[in-house]
């Protein structure tokens, strides 16, 4: 067990997603090699074209592993029954060759699943295959899972603040009981909940075996910028769409700008990934990374100020402010509900690790929206 450093060789799989790709970005900024785990050829176009000199110089290579998320169980046999949940024994065993570190990010974001085994299967298959491959590889370090706080948080109904000994245990029960009837956020934080859960259990059952230790890093919503070839807003990742939705694309109203949560910029979360390869003192640890709590109305406090970026999509609601975008409802109620003590991110991971605020995270968002002609 041990840390992985630069020039060290990292796999990360999901490699294409929104996060990951800027975990790529700041692996490979930071002096590490990297092997980005894709599900076809096709899927690594991106990275191909935003790190060419990487891909050019060996420092940037793919393995390509296809679908292995042909599973579906009952929601309570997902944890005592690990065995049945890969279809693809040995899917990443090629992948994980020759690698000191691990980041697994690969699992579907859905927030409005039908199947809730739509979410569940892949999470969990996915999880379980990489770590029976990762337990035949002796050079392994650590392995970094992306969790979420939807394994961490319940709803709340009066201010909460979670921390790292907080599970989910409502939305998977939930799941259990209702199946395609429990509603889509609980599919979603269900699958999350036991993908972790089934991390936890199989570093218990094989810790005298391992030479390899694990962190797992749970974000809330996140946004920022990205570097994914987004062709149009509708082809966004769920978080960077969400935001475009809520404070770009749809009149602001009581309900919406009142909504809350909690979040973290994509390059801060990117960040601790890297991080938790390298602090000693984060093997082993769940570590939350969140910047704060906020209701939609604290973005718009921000926005209205900056005149829309937009140069193909016009909302009549941007007009009616005269091109400036929109204030909201800036004399709504703050009930911003829903925390993180982010402490024991800041304590480990720091003090490399700085959260950005609000400002910066919605101007650099503004930013992207027009650099890509939007």
């Known amino acids: 067990m041990g840390?992985?450093?630069?020039?060290?060789?990292?796999?990360?799989?999901?490699?294409?997603?929104y996060i990951a790709a800027w975990v790529v970005d700041t692996l490979l900024k930071t002096g590490y090699t990297v092997r980005g785990c894709v599900r076809s050829q096709d899927r690594a176009k991106d990275l191909e074209k935003i790190f060419p000199q990487f891909v050019a110089d060996g420092k940037l290579e793919f393995a390509i592993v296809g679908d292995i998320s042909r599973a579906s169980v009952s929601i309570s046999e997902t944890i005592d029954r690990l065995s049945v949940?890969?279809?693809?024994?040995?899917?990443?065993?090629?992948?994980?060759?020759?690698?000191?570190?691990?980041?697994?990010?690969?699992?579907?974001?859905?927030?409005?699943?039908?199947?809730?085994?739509?979410?569940?299967?892949?999470?969990?298959?996915?999880?379980?295959?990489?770590l029976r491959s990762a337990s035949k590889e002796r050079s392994l370090k650590r392995i970094v899972f992306t969790s979420s706080t939807a394994a961490v948080m319940v709803p709340?109904?009066?201010?909460?603040?979670?921390?790292?000994?907080?599970?989910?245990?409502?939305?998977?029960?939930?799941?259990?009981?209702?199946?395609?009837?429990?509603?889509?956020m609980h599919k979603y934080r269900a699958?999350?909940?036991?993908?972790?859960?089934?991390?936890?259990?199989?570093?218990?059952?094989?810790?005298?075996?391992v030479p390899?230790?694990?962190?797992?890093?749970?974000?809330?919503?996140?946004?920022?910028?990205?570097?994914?070839?987004?062709?149009?807003?509708?082809?966004?990742?769920?978080?960077?769409?969400?935001?475009w939705d809520f404070v770009i694309a749809n009149p602001p109203s009581k309900i919406s700008v009142t909504t809350?949560?909690?979040?973290?910029?994509?390059?801060?979360?990117?960040?601790?990934?890297?991080?938790?390869?390298?602090?000693?003192?984060?093997?082993?640890?769940?570590?939350?990374?969140?910047?704060?709590?906020?209701?939609?109305?604290?973005?718009?406090?921000?926005?209205?100020?900056?005149?829309?970026?937009?140069?193909?999509?016009?909302?009549?609601?941007?007009?009616?402010?005269?091109?400036f975008l929109p204030r909201g409802l800036p004399e709504?109620?703050?009930?911003?509900?829903?925390?993180?003590?982010?402490?024991?991110?800041?304590r480990i991971l720091g003090p490399e690790l700085q959260y950005r605020s609000m400002k910066e995270t919605a101007e650099d968002i503004l930013a992207d929206c027009s650099a890509r002609g939007w």
């Not at 065993?93 to 199947?115: C, E, N, R, W, Y």
């Not at 709340?156 to 889509?184: H, I, M, Y």
């Not at 909940?193 to 075996?209: F, P, V």
Request: net charge negative; proline share 6%; charged share 20%.
């Open 3 to 17: 840390i992985a450093i630069p020039p060290s060789k990292i796999l990360i799989t999901g490699a294409n997603g």
């Open 85 to 130: 949940l890969s279809s693809q024994e040995g899917a990443f065993d090629a992948a994980v060759t020759d690698v000191d570190g691990i980041i697994h990010m690969a699992s579907p974001v859905v927030l409005d699943a039908d199947d809730p085994q739509e979410l569940i299967a892949p999470a969990i298959a996915g999880t379980v295959s990489i």
């Open 156 to 184: 709340v109904s009066e201010p909460t603040t979670f921390n790292e000994s907080d599970w989910n245990t409502v939305s998977v029960e939930a799941v259990e009981r209702l199946g395609k009837q429990a509603l889509p």
């Open 191 to 209: 699958s999350k909940t036991l993908a972790e859960r089934a991390i936890w259990k199989y570093l218990e059952e094989h810790k005298d075996t």
């Open 212 to 243: 390899w230790d694990v962190v797992t890093i749970n974000p809330p919503f996140v946004f920022g910028p990205a570097l994914n070839d987004f062709k149009g807003p509708s082809q966004q990742n769920a978080t960077t769409k969400m935001w």
């Open 260 to 323: 809350f949560n909690s979040y973290v910029d994509v390059r801060d979360v990117a960040l601790a990934h890297v991080l938790a390869l390298q602090k000693p003192e984060a093997g082993g640890q769940r570590i939350i990374v969140s910047a704060g709590a906020f209701v939609w109305q604290d973005w718009f406090d921000i926005v209205y100020t900056y005149r829309s970026p937009l140069k193909v999509h016009i909302y009549p609601h941007h007009q009616e402010s005269d091109g």
């Open 332 to 346: 709504v109620e703050r009930n911003r509900l829903l925390a993180y003590d982010n402490s024991k991110s800041l």
